[in-house]
Nanobody, 115 residues
Framework: QVQLVESGGGFVQPGGSLRLSCAAS????????MGWYRQALGKQRELVAS???????NYADSVKGRFTISRDNAKNTVYLQMNSLLPEDTAIYYC?????????WGPGTQVTVSS
């Protein structure tokens, strides 16, 4: 069982930046594909970015060039650097650990982008 805890959410003005962190309890963290998802009010949860154990990354078109996902296997932590934030980035952001048919989720952290 992998426990995930997100941090770093908050309120920011358009154009601002935030860095989300997700700490995993599992020492085998490094073998999981890690992802960040988000769910805006009234919308379905969507993939924002993911990173494999080898460091290959994938981004939603809406965040390409603005967000960067990275991982530190020594710290069992995955990050999401979010720059040039837009009001439409407002959502609850969830950390995900994926391996085979297994998925683990964090409780989520709120990101609000507003002037």
């Amino acid at each position: 069982q992998v426990q995930l805890v997100e941090s770093g959410g908050g309120f920011v003005q358009p154009g601002g930046s935030l860095r989300l962190s997700c700490a995993a309890s599992e020492t085998t963290f490094r073998i999981y594909t890690m992802g960040w998802y988000r769910q805006a009010l009234g919308k379905q949860r969507e993939l924002v970015a993911s990173i494999t154990m080898l460091g290959s990354t994938n981004y939603a078109d809406s965040v390409k060039g603005r967000f960067t996902i990275s991982r530190d296997n020594a710290k069992n932590t995955v990050y999401l650097q979010m720059n040039s934030l837009l009001p439409e980035d407002t959502a609850i952001y969830y950390c995900n650990a994926h391996l085979g048919k297994t998925d683990y989720w964090g409780p989520g952290t709120q990101v609000t982008v507003s002037s």
